[in-house]
Structure formats: structure tokens, C-alpha cells
């Protein structure tokens, strides 16, 4: 059904229970895992107040860190993993490495790092589930989803 998986991450806890899922999956069937940390281009500090290169540099430090916990967890299991850190509006550049990598379902995370924490998803999940042409697998925050072996 699935011939590899590629989970999206921002190193939030949804995010990090969505990694615990798709590692699992993969290693079950014993597909390749392809991991994403997108910066995004629109931030919050888009006035003078804060350097942008500072800005700019904690994403990047936090996407590098998500993406070596995406790693280990897949080292851990034994599963092929691979993993890319891109720049610009989150979903376009998921559902575009989805589309290069030609993964069969995306797992992701319901709510990332948005300051909209009582938002039902959060916008980057949503605008994936409506315009992806593969399934989506959303992973919540309850201690319920936790996949164990």
C-alpha cells in the first residue's frame, strides 16, 4: 500500500508524535522514510524589531534539531531515512518534496508551533489535507496516538 513516507516536522510534540508514527509505519513495512523541516519565509518578526538573520538562524538551528531526532528515531528501528530542510510556505514545500521524492502518504503533526494553538488543525495540516493528492495522516496530541510495537 505504502512504498515510503514522508513526515513533516517542525520539532513541535505533535510533530515529534507524528515522527514516533511514521518511523513506526515505515519500519512495519519496511519502506523508506523521507523527513521535512520547512522555514518559513512569513514570520511573525517581519518588523525592525528583530534582526531577521537571528530569526532566521533559530529556525534553522530548530529544523536541524527536529530533523537529527527524525534520524535517530529511524537509526534506532533500523529504517532508511532521509531527510532535507527547505525554505518557503510550508505546505507548497511539502506537498513539492512529497511529489520529488514520489512518497505514498504524508504523516504530519495536527498542530505545529503556531501561536493559533486553540485552532482544531493548524494551517499548514489543513491546507495539506485539502490540496495533496496522496493521503495525509494527521497524528494528534493525545497520549492515545502513541504507536508502540
Excluded: W
Aim: glycine letters at 6%; hydrophobic letters at 40%.
Amino acid at each position: 500500500m505504502y512504498e515510503s513516507i514522508l513526515v513533516a516536522t517542525d520539532g513541535s510534540e505533535t510533530a515529534e508524535r507524528a515522527v514516533e508514527h511514521a518511523v513506526f509505519l515505515a519500519e512495519t513495512l519496511a519502506v523508506p522514510l523521507f523527513a521535512i523541516s520547512v522555514l518559513e519565509d512569513r514570520t511573525a518578526y517581519d518588523s525592525g524589531i528583530v534582526d531577521p538573520e537571528e530569526v532566521r538562524d533559530r529556525q534553522r538551528s530548530r529544523a536541524d534539531d527536529a530533523l537529527e531526532r527524525v534520524e535517530a528515531a529511524a537509526s534506532e528501528s533500523d529504517v532508511p531515512v532521509t531527510t532535507t530542510r527547505k525554505r518557503g510556505t510550508p505546505h507548497e514545500e511539502v506537498l513539492d518534496y512529497a511529489d520529488e521524492q514520489a512518497c505514498s502518504v504524508i504523516v504530519v503533526g495536527a498542530q505545529g508551533r503556531s501561536a493559533f494553538r486553540d485552532a482544531l488543525l493548524g494551517s499548514t495540516v489543513d491546507a495539506l489535507v485539502r490540496l495533496s493528492s496522496r493521503p495525509v495522516l494527521v497524528v494528534g496530541d493525545g497520549g492515545a496516538n502513541r504507536v508502540s510495537p
